[in-house]
T-cell receptor, first 115, second 112 residues
Framework: GQQLNQSPQSMFIQEGEDVSMNCTSSSIFNTWLWYKQDPGEGPVLLIALYKAGELTSNGRLTAQFGITRKDSFLNISASIPSDVGIYFCAGQTRIPSGNTGKLIFGQGTTLQVKP | DTEVTQTPKHLVMGMTNKKSLKCEQHMGHRAMYWYKQKAKKPPELMFVYSYEKLSINESVPSRFSPECPNSSLLNLHLHALQPEDSALYLC???????????FGQGTRLTVV
């Protein structure tokens, strides 16, 4: 089945540093989404990307939908302690039999920020 | 308002119990989802409802029974679960099945 390869698996950085993580797949996706999840909570949507090549920012976050539609990256600038959490990429694909879509998640990137 | 509300937040149940998880959204979304998440793993899709009709069942065991009584509510009925079913159960909704999904805070289920 379709899989997303997310890297790195974990990062331990100093406060103020920039962070970059990415997802790749052998399959094409119609939509790329980036979520952040805190322990014991549900994922929170950070950025949604709908068009190949699209570059979107949300505050200190910037994400891009790859031209080939098979990859996406997320950058966090000037990290702060509250950026700590697990970041998931998710690709949305459409089921050929209809308009139903499936959201497939990457394995996650655990971010730790040292004050 | 991008809120998806799940109840209860925590649930402990025995293997012979019957319980239900509830999910509610008032964003006018017509697609709703159940996901299961084990510790340190990504969410795994269980069911997709589109316009109150079940459109995807990811080969989930019959001890999990979803129900969508109306466009705002989604239930997950649980019966005869196993300890390995213990997990965080997440509900999500979206305008349509190919747009961004918003998640609830989850129900932490423990089967004893």
């Amino acid at each position: 089945g379709q899989q997303l390869n997310q890297s790195p698996q974990s990062m331990f950085i100093q406060e103020g540093e920039d962070v970059s993580m990415n997802c790749t797949s052998s399959s094409i996706f119609n939509t790329w989404l980036w979520y952040k999840q805190d322990p014991g909570e549900g994922p929170v949507l950070l950025i949604a990307l709908y068009k190949a090549g699209e570059l979107t920012s949300n505050g200190r976050l910037t994400a891009q939908f790859g031209i080939t539609r098979k990859d996406s990256f997320l950058n966090i600038s000037a990290s702060i302690p509250s950026d700590v959490g697990i970041y998931f990429c998710a690709g949305q694909t459409r089921i050929p039999s209809g308009n139903t879509g499936k959201l497939i998640f990457g394995q996650g990137t655990t971010l730790q920020v040292k004050p | 308002d991008t809120e998806v509300t799940q109840t209860p937040k925590h649930l402990v149940m025995g293997m012979t119990n019957k319980k239900s998880l509830k999910c509610e959204q008032h964003m006018g979304h017509r697609a709703m989802y159940w996901y299961k998440q084990k510790a340190k793993k990504p969410p795994e899709l269980m069911f997709v409802y589109s316009y109150e009709k079940l459109s995807i069942n990811e080969s989930v065991p019959s001890r999990f029974s979803p129900e969508c009584p109306n466009s705002s509510l989604l239930n997950l009925h649980l019966h005869a679960l196993q300890p390995e079913d213990s997990a965080l159960y997440l509900c999500a909704s979206s305008h349509r099945t190919n747009t961004e999904a918003f998640f609830g805070q989850g129900t932490r289920l423990t089967v004893v």
